[in-house]
């Protein structure tokens, strides 16, 4: 039996790129496979690489959790092209497991089907964080709140160790809450997580107050 994880790229009604199609058929630790034979055939791990189309995004979450009920063992890594924070949402409710902007270089994409089919709870290239928050619409010091906010930090202690009033801090958080349609504690650290913007460590902290 292969040890190669099976990798369904599910590229309707949007093409993937076909460099990134080609390169990821070639890959060892990969073998793409056709939807029947992922349904029918294959017992090792599998990760479905699907292009979101974002004009029609009700039909790529119907088509993910259509997948996602006839074969739960599969995990999802959507790719995209620009995601607001409430399109966030509805994938994850939907079953995605991880987003991953399309401009991601094929090894990084790799990277990530592997992580996925290791276990990974959840998934976004370091590499490509700034641009999926970006893509939610977050400023550069939004994420950087968002970040304290999901390591548990309060208000206050973010103002102190950002070196912002307490008020600004509020500012920001009300900002996130109207960009993401959410301020549910979980939900914001769930955020954090998809965008690949990892929880503040104490180490950083002193970093983080000189930006």
Do not use: Y
Not at 114 to 132: D, I, K, M, R, Y
Not at 148 to 156: E, P, Q, T, V
């Amino acid at each position: 039996m292969s040890d190669a994880v099976g990798v369904l790229i599910l590229d309707e009604p949007q093409d993937v790129s076909p460099t990134l199609r080609a390169v990821l058929e070639h890959m060892p630790a990969l073998q793409t496979l056709s939807e029947t034979a992922l349904d029918e055939t294959w017992t090792g791990p599998a990760v479905a690489v699907v292009a979101l189309d974002e004009a029609h995004l009700a039909a790529s979450l119907t088509r993910i959790a259509e997948l996602r009920e006839r074969l739960p063992r599969v995990r999802v890594l959507a790719t995209f092209q620009a995601l607001a924070g409430s399109d966030l949402r509805l994938l994850l409710e939907a079953g995605v497991d991880a987003v991953m902007a399309r401009t991601a270089a094929p090894r990084e994409v790799q990277a990530a089907v592997l992580a996925l089919a290791e276990g990974a709870p959840c998934l976004v290239q370091p590499s490509e964080a700034s641009e999926a928050s970006d893509a939610v619409g977050l400023t550069p010091r939004e994420a950087e709140v968002l970040r304290f906010l999901s390591a548990g930090f309060s208000n206050k202690e973010v103002a102190r160790r950002l070196a912002l009033s307490v008020r600004t801090v509020e500012t920001h958080r009300l900002n996130l809450r109207r960009k993401t349609q959410t301020g549910r504690l979980k939900d914001l650290v769930s955020l954090a997580r998809q965008l690949g913007l990892a929880p503040v460590l104490e180490g950083e902290v002193g970093r983080a107050a000189r930006h």
